[in-house]
């Protein structure tokens, strides 16, 4: 009897040992074509996550960062494994994790949420050098509608500023010396126009349309920054006076002053 009882435990024993390597959850899921990768299933234990993907994801990954359901970070989440198609993230709480943005490299990232169901949703960042990061996915999906919502509001706040901050450059400035003058005049490109005065009058040197302005009110003197092109491009700033009526700049030597109203009157 004794020994009936002790090949039981031992059995038991062994069963529970082998249990615990297995993972506590499962979720698997339906192929998605939005992008070149997909996850195939996401096995979470008591210790680790491990996402697996469809196919050979991964020949680097310099960075995971951890998500809960809410999207919030947690920073304690960060000791991880990529190995061509499968990706392991070691937790205290694998439990907690929703979400994650995997830094492949500076050109590529990808930006998970809803692992723990049955339908995951992913973007993918991918840089260049002369438009800078642009995401692809399915955002439709990725975002909840409080988000979109959200994002719609702070765009619609974004044009406000980007029309106040050129309102208070439109028009004509010239140079103390009057042989420069710089004209904006297309709010829409927000375009700036570089002329040099020559014997036969104004000769046009430098169109620039930005494609973002922004504008710094707290900064002493006031800070308008013009940014040419996404990527890596030139950030152009025009620091005004109090009246706005003088402003220096980075892209043009000296101090340029706009005529007052009853001036040009």
Known sequence: MKKIISFGLLLVS???TACSGLPKETYTYETQDEL???????????DKIVVCFSKGAFSEVEEVSC???????????????AKEDVLTVYSSQPDNISGMKITVNHYLYYQIRYLDSDAYAMLQGD???????????????????AEKEKQKQLQEERKAEQARAYAMLEGEWDSEDGLTRIVFADSDKLSMEIYKYS???????????????????????????????RGYSMLYSFYLNKDKTEFTCNCVDGNFYKESSEEAE
């Open 127 to 145: 840089w260049a050098d002369d438009y800078g990061y642009f995401v692809s996915g399915d955002k439709e999906a990725f975002y909840t509608e």
């Open 36 to 46: 070149a990768v997909s996850i195939e299933k996401t096995k979470v234990y008591d």
């Open 199 to 229: 014997e036969d009058g104004w000769d046009l040197s430098q169109t620039i349309n930005g494609y973002s302005i922004s504008l710094d009110e707290e900064a002493e003197p006031l800070c308008i920054e013009i940014e040419e092109a």
């Open 14 to 16: 062994c069963l529970l």
């Open 67 to 81: 998500y809960n359901a809410e999207f919030e970070y947690i920073a304690d989440d960060v000791a991880f494994e």
